[in-house]
């Protein structure tokens, strides 16, 4: 099996956009959004309803990768390994509250990128000190 360098893919990926599209990359913020989502009419008798993980380029609205999640997981315990299969560097991951987890966060960090998820009220022990914060900054 062939394996694809990511970097030398990203590098082809941006020439593609630039060129081919005419897009200009360095004007817009680089945002990669990060969404589970389930696949209609996969629900059976005798298994659970398929999903699916999916990044998007936010500048582009192309879909940059997407992996299965597990029948025995979730996609908060499936970003993991899936983000570190993307090139992070210089980018802002962009998730909803199932990505705001400790791991997840330092994956991205990790990889020399940054993230803006959402904090909820089911997260009462992480939302409070963020909304308190939050309203004292303003």
């Given amino acids: 099996m062939n394996e694809v360098c990511p970097q030398e893919l990203e590098r082809a990926l941006n020439a593609w956009i630039t060129e081919g599209l005419g897009l200009n990359?360095?004007?817009?913020?680089?945002g990669i959004?990060?969404?589970?989502?389930?696949?209609?009419?996969?629900?059976?008798?005798?298994?659970?309803?398929?999903?699916?993980l999916t990044a998007l380029d936010q500048h582009t609205g192309c879909v940059l990768s997407e992996t299965?999640?597990?029948?025995?997981?979730?996609?908060?315990?499936?970003?993991?390994?899936?983000l570190k299969s993307l090139v992070l560097q210089g980018k802002t991951v962009v998730g909803?509250?199932?990505?705001?987890?400790?791991?997840?966060?330092?994956?991205?960090?990790?990889?020399c990128g940054?993230?803006?998820?959402?904090?909820?009220?089911n997260q009462p022990t992480l939302h409070k000190p963020v909304s308190?914060?939050?309203l004292r900054a303003h």
């Fill in 68 to 82: 299965a999640i597990a029948s025995d997981t979730n996609e908060a315990k499936t970003a993991v390994e899936f």
């Fill in 25 to 30: 990359l360095e004007d817009e913020a680089a």
């Fill in 33 to 52: 959004i990060i969404d589970g989502k389930v696949l209609r009419g996969t629900r059976s008798d005798h298994a659970r309803t398929m999903q699916i």
């Fill in 96 to 111: 909803d509250a199932g990505f705001c987890q400790r791991d997840i966060c330092e994956t991205i960090l990790s990889e």
């Fill in 114 to 121: 940054e993230y803006l998820i959402l904090v909820k009220d």
């Fill in 132 to 134: 308190y914060t939050h």
